[in-house]
């Protein structure tokens, strides 16, 4: 009789096997939920588990309604210095404090950005020299503060290019040839908050001729109606100037009208280039000359040093378009190429003096440029060369390349010079050229938010 009552109970165990914890609250779920949602739910919901928004919910199973959603990404990416770059995504709050720092004159550190939370790595490192950093804090000996080492005073001056092509071309401008002025007049408004500047603040244009600039001061002196609007406009184009790139800048120079900022011509004029485009550099009049190019023995060396013969081969004459009339004839479209190098770097020396002569007059003086991506892509165009000519005007300049910064405007893949879907971060990385590598610029920043595929070597957002 016992082995039989024996044998029952092995059999019950068998048959039933005692729940999992997991199984017990899910059963115990399901019943509290079906008793309170009886009379409510219609349908009522299978179990507890298939409840809109539970958290006891599998990842997988859960859904959206059928509605895509797309992942949302930062606008603003800073192009950190590391080889090859690398991209460090900045989150929308970030991005105010960039600009800030920026309009107070901090520039841009060309080093490696370091992440500067304590982790188990660095721990120790961080307990030493913050204790020591925080003594020279209080006895008045640290010479560095947020954003870096405080920059300022009668020696020193900061710029920042704002390089944008007003074509619509990228696909986060979605074909909008205005995408590009409107955000450069928003980080405008913010760069220029942290104070208002008595006159030493100025936004440089890179598409106007120099001999427009008393048209400018017209208009800056103005009432900025339409009618002196279009006397600006109609002044432009008669010295030379595109007449639809005009248009694109006119929401930029009503902002510098609005703020009172100097508006500065940059271009030289369209029949001096002209000359150099038949003739080369050498046919230009000696006093034209001088006028654009004031550290004349820098110029002639800049062009021997090799990153700068790395910047020509990779980027400054990837623009070159040979006339369909010397296709043919090979030393023709080399003599071409020549003069099309030589007129390019008679623009960038010339909107790099005048944008040094406008700022070294004034202490800690803040310039904001507006120029194609071609000429501040890979620093070596107009940004490239201020510090230079900074230096050449007054032998005690304190500016140096951090002190200038350059940010690209819904840069697309074919701006940057990539043959991929993928944005172009480096000039082009080779043993050979290592010591000379250039990212494309300090920041990439987007209107609205870019695709992922453009988007290479990401690291965590900031």
């Known amino acids: 009789m016992a082995n039989d009552d024996d044998d029952a109970i092995n059999t019950c165990s068998t048959n039933n096997p005692q729940p999992t914890r997991r199984q017990a609250l899910r059963q115990s779920a399901n019943t509290i939920f079906s008793i309170t949602l009886a009379t409510t739910a219609s349908p009522p919901p299978s179990s507890a588990v298939d409840l809109p928004n539970n958290p006891l919910r599998p990842q997988y199973a859960q859904s959206t309604g059928g509605q895509y959603k797309q992942a949302k990404r930062c606008t603003a990416y800073l192009v950190d210095a590391t080889i090859p ?257 030589a007129e390019r770097i008679l623009v960038h020396e010339a909107g790099a003096t005048a944008i040094a002569k406008w700022a070294t007059k004034r202490p800690d003086s803040l310039v904001i440029a507006i120029a194609p991506i071609a000429d501040v892509r890979f620093m070596g165009g107009l940004n490239g060369r201020v510090p230079r000519v900074c230096q050449f005007l007054n032998g005690r300049s304190e500016v140096d390349e951090e002190a200038v910064t350059t940010i690209l405007l819904n840069p697309s893949a074919k701006e940057t010079l990539s043959e991929s879907k993928f944005l172009r971060l480096e000039i082009g990385t080779a043993p050979n050229n290592w010591t000379y590598q250039t990212k494309i610029a300090d920041y990439l920043w987007f209107s609205t938010m870019p695709k992922v595929n453009m988007l290479p070597r990401m690291m965590n957002e900031q």
Do not use: W
Request: glycine content about 10%.
């Open 85 to 341: 770059p690398s991209l460090i995504p900045y989150r929308a709050q970030r991005e105010a404090a960039i600009l800030k720092n920026l309009g107070m004159g901090r520039g841009t550190s060309k080093t490696p950005f370091i992440e500067e939370g304590v982790n188990l790595n660095n721990f120790m490192n961080k307990a030493v020299f913050g204790t020591y950093n925080a003594l020279k804090d209080v006895v008045g000996l640290n010479d560095e503060g947020e954003g870096g080492q405080k920059k300022g005073g009668d020696n020193y001056q900061s710029f920042v290019f704002l390089g944008a092509n007003f074509d619509g071309d990228s696909p986060t401008a979605a074909g909008d040839a205005g995408a590009d002025a409107a955000l450069a007049v928003s980080l405008m408004n913010d760069i220029c908050k942290p104070r208002e500047r008595d006159g030493n603040t100025a936004v440089a244009l890179a598409f106007a001729p120099q001999s427009s600039q008393d048209d400018l001061n017209a208009f800056l002196s103005s009432d900025g109606s339409n009618d002196a609007l279009a006397m600006l406009m109609k002044a432009l184009v008669q010295s030379g100037a595109n007449e639809s790139l005009a248009a694109s800048h006119i929401p930029i120079m009503q902002f510098a009208r609005k703020k009172k900022y100097p508006l500065l011509a940059l271009a030289p004029n369209p029949s001096d280039l002209e000359t150099i485009r038949k003739g080369g550099l050498q046919s230009l009049d000696g006093d034209r000359r001088e006028t654009y190019v004031v550290d004349a023995q820098g110029f002639i060396a800049l062009t021997q040093e090799p990153k700068f013969k790395l910047y020509t081969d990779k980027s400054l004459l990837k623009d070159f378009q040979p006339s369909t009339t010397k296709g043919g004839d090979e030393n023709a479209v080399r003599a071409e190429q020549g003069n099309f190098f």
